[in-house]
């Protein structure tokens, strides 16, 4: 299977509702026909409410120049130590310092420029002169000492992250620019030039302000000005999924319904998952009121980002969890639960009295239903368990799922019983949930969520079964374009006809994710495709493009870029791309092996072998390098060292198709056939179906 490079990011926001329809006079704004930003203070006078609840809320405060009232650390001459080294925070010239290691190892005094976050912990930027700004590994802990806060402590405690470790603070991973800015600010260009390697990066607002989430609003104060609201009050995006819709309970279920269905994906969770997903960007310009795949590109429920159950574990905010569950399912959204502005639950401090607002607590709140004494736990206690992140944030599983011991027999999936009974061991909890709620019931697959659909898809084993053919001919025609964008990246295990006649159609997807997938999918192909496909290959070859350059700031960046011309035949092109990754980060291994093949596809196989060795060597644990030095070395007349890599290969990847195969076959070259007979039936036992495997074993059986 071809590798594909897309990237996912980190952010957090929330969403600002729409406006009333009864607004007096607001601040003069010229007018203009192009729509622009005009700053929160233009909201003000017309949503005095809205706006008081906004100040001092997370979004406010997300980015702040450092000054007196916002540095909440501790900066009056404070060591803290890390790993036998030692930073110390300082006040100097009225400026906030903090001297530590730098790039190269060297104490060097920083000066912070910014605040970034309020609660429960604050980091702190510094500025450098090639317009960086990069976040520093300290962290001030804002929880009050009774919590173990007011202190200092490393993101990275049990593990020393040194100069020159990918993870550094001075590094690309902790750059503010490309990991952060879109998030916290608002209304952000990133400004990278890439012949200079320099940032001049700016924003509208430097906090989360209303027109982040509303977009630019200046044709909505015209048309309030003049009387003359249009649709959506002429907002960018209209946030209101509601609608006329009410929730009415029903009293024999005890859970309210929506009174109308709704007739499209809610817009909430779209908007608020711009920063509240993991998710790489697609395009250097939002699009305020698109899909969330239109502009960025969801990351689906993959280990290691989530548990096999599709719990949160690594950072990965809520909108891939959210879109799990059964409430968003039934047409909840993201301010049925949250005051957006505020940023606090609609019903207060109880996060049971949110859920209460649905499920009636004399069912739900009762013994009867979660086996405890009355008010011993909470809602989420048991359905939306959480995990601390950042050393000191905890953060709420959004899938809402019912807790279920189970699955933690067999896998390292948590379960939310463990964390009050860890004691008692999953064998005990599991037993305990059979006994009081009984065996759960599978759901039909065509009632699991577009999410867990695309996740699944993106998992279907190599070589395909005529199942998981026929399941990625489905998903190529789902509503969902998460399945759509999925079922393509699949589609590359299928044979070169099936692909075309799967990926030709989407080109013209209404979803841009969609037909970046495509067009990658098909640059391979792009002699062979009908005249028709050809303008809608070119806008969406230049969507690809653009999408890579959105990030230029990154290696991965020009990898992909490297790959996709050189598909196209572009060799030199293709070349000139991935010195410009190998550039940008000597030490990396995806950009190595993609070299390395570009080498061997312009006929440079001497030099081609040395790159895809450092590959190797650069990350023994991917399974795909290991192959293609093992076939390049074959095909260059080396078939015992090609031999003796796919035999350890065998070992370490257990499973794995392609190194079985081409060790079977190589063995058998060199007319070892009881080897290669042993390797194949291995393959027998995991592919029984397989064709080819069976053919081969004849083979060897007629010799």
């Known amino acids: 299977m071809q590798l594909r490079f897309r990237l996912f990011l980190l952010g957090s926001a929330l969403l600002l509702s ?16 192009e729509v622009v930003f005009v700053g929160s203070a233009a909201c003000s006078s017309c949503h005095e409410t809205q706006f008081s609840d906004w100040q001092g809320s997370h979004h406010d405060l997300a980015m702040q120049i450092a000054d007196e009232i916002t540095v909440l650390g501790d900066f009056n001459n404070v060591t803290f130590e890390y790993y036998n080294t030692q930073t110390y925070f300082l006040r100097e010239d009225g400026s906030f310092v903090v001297r530590t290691e730098n790039a190269d190892g060297q104490i060097e005094d920083f000066k912070v420029a910014y605040v970034f976050g309020v609660e429960p912990l604050q980091q702190y930027l510094v500025e450098f002169p090639d317009g960086r700004l990069q976040s520093l590994p300290f962290a001030w802990d804002t929880r009050d000492p009774g919590s173990g806060g007011r202190r200092w402590y490393h993101l990275y405690p049990d593990e020393y992250i040194g100069p020159g470790d990918e993870l550094h603070w001075t590094g690309r991973y902790q750059n503010w620019n490309y990991m952060c800015a879109e ?12 012949a200079k390697d320099r940032f001049d990066t700016t924003w509208f607002e430097i906090d989360v302000a209303c027109e982040a989430c509303h977009g630019p609003a200046s044709k909505h104060i015209e048309s309030a000005q003049a009387g003359s609201l249009g649709r959506d009050f002429d907002l ?7 609608g006329r819709a009410v929730w009415q309970m029903n009293l024999e279920t005890g859970i309210a319904e929506r009174s109308q269905l709704a007739m499209r994906p809610p817009q909430q969770p779209e908007s608020c998952g711009r920063c509240h997903a993991r998710r790489g960007v697609i395009t250097a310009e939002y699009e305020y009121g698109k899909p969330l795949a239109d502009t960025h590109r969801p990351a689906l429920l993959n280990e290691p980002l989530y548990f096999a ?31 957006p502005h505020s940023l606090k639950l609609v019903t207060g401090g109880e996060p049971s009295d949110v859920c209460a607002q649905c499920h009636l607590p004399t069912k739900f709140a009762a013994p009867e239903h979660h086996m405890h004494a009355a008010d011993q736990v909470a809602c989420v206690d048991c359905h939306m368990p959480s995990r601390v992140y950042m050393g000191v944030d905890a953060r709420r599983d959004h899938s809402m799922r019912i807790p279920r011991p189970e699955p933690s027999l067999n896998s390292d999936t948590p379960n939310a019983c463990a964390n009050c ?18 065996t759960p019931a599978d759901e039909s697959d065509s009632m699991l969520p577009g999410i867990v659909r695309a996740t699944a898809l993106t998992m279907l084993p190599s070589p395909l079964s005529p199942e998981g053919a026929a399941a990625i001919e489905s998903g190529v025609q789902n509503a969902d374009p998460l399945v759509r964008m999925a079922a393509l990246l699949s589609a590359q295990a299928l044979p070169p006809e099936q692909q075309l006649q ?26 062979y495709l009908p005249a028709a496909a050809n303008s809608g290959f070119v806008v969406a070859a230049e969507e690809f493009r653009a999408a890579q350059f959105a990030i230029a700031s990154r290696p991965e960046a020009f990898a992909a870029l490297a790959q996709f011309e050189a598909e196209l035949g572009d060799i030199e092109k293709a070349l000139e791309y991935s010195r410009q990754a190998l550039q940008m980060e000597p030490d990396f291994a995806l950009m190595r092996h993609s070299l390395g093949l570009l080498l061997v596809r312009s006929q440079q196989a001497d030099a081609a072998l040395p790159e895809l060795r450092e590959a190797v060597r650069l990350d023994p644990g991917v399974s795909r390098y290991v192959y293609v030095l093992a076939v390049a070395l074959n095909s260059m007349g080396q078939p015992e060292e090609a031999i003796g890599i796919l035999e350890q290969a065998f070992q370490d990847f257990r499973g794995d198709y392609d190194i079985a195969w081409a060790l079977a076959t190589m063995q058998r070259d060199l007319g070892n056939t009881e080897r290669a007979a042993e390797v194949a039936n291995s393959l027998v ?8 495997v069976a053919a081969f074993l004849d083979s060897l059986s007629a010799d």
């Open 685 to 692: 036992k995991q592919f029984p179906n397989n064709q080819n």
């Open 236 to 242: 960018a995006v209209s946030l209101n999924d509601h």
């Open 18 to 33: 729409a406006c009333s329809e009864s607004l007096p006079a607001a601040t003069p704004v010229a007018t203009t026909s």
């Open 183 to 194: 998030c916290h600010s608002t209304d952000v260009d990133v400004n990278y030039d890439v």
């Open 421 to 438: 009974h860890a004691e008692q061991g999953t064998e005990w909890l599991a037993a305990r949930a059979s006994e009081w709620w009984g």
């Open 309 to 339: 159950d599709g719990q949160i574990r690594d950072e990965v905010y809520v909108y891939g969890s959210f879109l799990q569950s059964r409430m968003y399912q039934a047409g909840v959204t993201c301010s049925n639960c949250h005051n």
């Open 502 to 527: 799967l990926a030709v159609p989407l080109l013209d997807d209404a979803v841009r994710s969609v037909r970046i997938e495509a067009v990658a999918l098909l640059a391979s192909y792009r002699e």
